[in-house]
């Protein structure tokens, strides 16, 4: 079946500017994370959303970023007034719900660059 | 809060020999422990989990590992590498039976096979 989606596959934009990232998880999958990795790094946890309870936002860097799923698809990470350390592969995973022994599935991600 | 560790950042290997990726971990409670490879522009695919049971886990591709709970660690292992193993290779860590936790990843070991 279908994995994990993510789009657009690359983002370039300018300092101070707002930008949207999609992410299509696996249907039927409850849980959604977002990831950020940057260069040579491993993955920082952004935020997580469980079904229709409350997202998990404790990994969120700043107020710039916010992120919404709507019930168990879409999900939209925003980031507003993007700065240079912003620039990294943003990467999307679904699980089947969020139990600890679930592995996560990724999508390709979103390599953004701000300029 | 749980961590996870992956000492070595390249691992070079000749095609056809034994390969072994180190990745250590804490937790205070019973750890789930996950390994992730991600080949170039893509994301990180699944290989194999520990969650109870037998220490020695079998996964995808060939590829085991081995929980060692003394040692507090998770080595994959392939017993013939191929050069197509070549990839980043990814620890992860989750600890708690119940809610969320989220899942904790090394910096990655970037697997260099050889022909």
């Known amino acids: 079946g279908a994995g994990v989606s993510q789009s657009p596959s690359n983002k370039v934009t300018e300092k101070g500017k707002d930008v949207e990232l999609r992410c299509d998880p696996i249907s039927g999958h409850t849980a959604l994370y977002w990831y950020r990795q940057r260069l040579g790094q491993g993955l920082e946890f952004l935020i997580y959303?469980?079904?229709?309870?409350?997202?998990?936002k404790s990994g969120l860097p700043s107020d710039r970023f916010s992120a919404e799923r709507t019930g168990e698809s879409v999900s939209t990470l925003t980031i507003q007034r993007t700065q240079q350390e912003d620039s990294a592969v943003y990467l999307c995973a679904s699980s089947p719900t969020s139990g600890p022994s679930y592995e996560q599935y990724f999508g390709p991600g979103t390599r953004l660059t701000v300029t | 809060a749980q961590s996870v560790a992956q000492p070595e950042d390249q691992v070079n290997v000749a095609e056809g020999n034994p390969l072994t990726v180190k990745c250590t971990y804490s937790?205070?409670?019973?750890?789930?422990l996950f390994w992730y490879v991600q080949y170039p522009n893509r994301g990180l695919q699944f290989l194999l989990k520990y969650i109870t049971g037998d220490n020695l886990v079998k996964g995808s591709y060939g590829f085991e590992a081995e929980f060692n709970k003394s040692q507090t660690s998770f080595h994959l292992k392939k017993p013939s590498a191929l050069v197509s193993d070549s990839a980043l290779y990814f620890c992860?860590?989750?600890?708690?039976?119940?809610?969320?936790?989220?899942?904790?990843f090394g910096t990655g070991t970037r697997l260099l096979v050889s022909p």
């Open positions: 937790v205070s409670g019973n750890p789930y």
């Open positions: 959303f469980q079904g229709n309870s409350a997202p998990d």
């Open positions: 992860a860590v989750r600890e708690g039976d119940t809610g969320f936790q989220k899942l904790v």
